[in-house]
């Protein structure tokens, strides 16, 4: 199969650091992605966010060629994890996509001192080639819990290859130089040119549009116990 054949679906929510869920607002404005719909993963929505007189829904899908994108802009429990990551496989199918990517942040320890890493997590049995083909380091080791571990149980029963990509990262909202490497990594996965240099001043729209979903975002990982929803073991990082 050729590049262009290549579809690519990229599923991000919010996790420590914020990192997949502002790669994505990053992503989907430099490469002017078209909002095409909604995922709804429930019944009955948390929120909805109301302009120019229409009702959107916090789980936006996205476009541009053959690159699609799916952001969920709350914080979500297990449950809707779950749901969100099997509705999103179900869109994969019937859209022909070949690869999933979900980016998240990866805790490490607040002393900890160098640049942010990009790991790679392969959750089926089509997976593994993706972390060569993509020049991933795998994660070596991480007692992973809550929503994470529930992107994990969806994943390993689907046959589409999808990889998860742990940037390390600090127990910041929204962690910048992680959020730029996940960026960087995103758009060499998906062959893509991205200007991170004018991440800055787009981060600070980013942060004025989505002041709620730090808010919210920060709560859950203070009530949620031991904090992160992918430790590392000692040595990553």
């Given amino acids: 199969m050729s590049s262009k054949d290549e579809k690519f679906l990229i599923i991000a929510f919010p996790s420590v650091g914020l990192v997949g869920a502002f790669a994505i607002s990053y992503l989907t404005a430099q490469l002017e992605m078209k909002d095409i719909g909604e995922l709804e993963i429930s019944e009955i929505s948390p929120s909805y966010v109301i302009e120019k007189g229409e009702a959107y829904g916090p789980v936006r899908i996205y476009n541009k060629d053959n690159i699609y994108a799916i952001l969920a802009g709350i914080p979500i429990n297990l449950l809707s994890t779950y749901e969100l990551i099997k509705k999103s496989l179900d869109f994969a199918k019937s859209n022909n996509i070949t690869k999933i990517i979900i980016p998240r942040g990866l805790e490490v ?10 790991y790679g997590l392969a959750v089926n049995k089509n997976s593994k080639s993706l972390l060569e083909e993509f020049g991933l380091s795998p994660v070596s080791g991480a007692t992973v819990f809550g929503p994470d571990a529930s992107v994990i149980s969806a994943l390993k029963k689907s046959d589409v290859p999808g990889i998860i990509l742990y940037t390390t990262c600090r127990m910041m909202m929204p ?13 060499d996965i ?15 729209k980013i942060n ?22 992918a430790m590392p073991t000692p040595g990553i990082g």
């Fill in 190 to 204: 998906i062959k893509v040119k991205v200007d991170t240099e004018k991440f800055e001043e787009r981060l600070e």
């Fill in 109 to 118: 320890d607040k002393n900890f001192i160098g640049s942010p890493v990009t």
């Fill in 208 to 229: 004025k549009a989505n002041q709620k979903m730090i808010e919210d975002t920060k709560k859950y990982y203070e009530n949620m116990p031991g904090r992160s929803a």
């Fill in 175 to 187: 962690d910048d130089d992680a959020i730029i490497k996940s960026i960087k990594t995103l758009s």
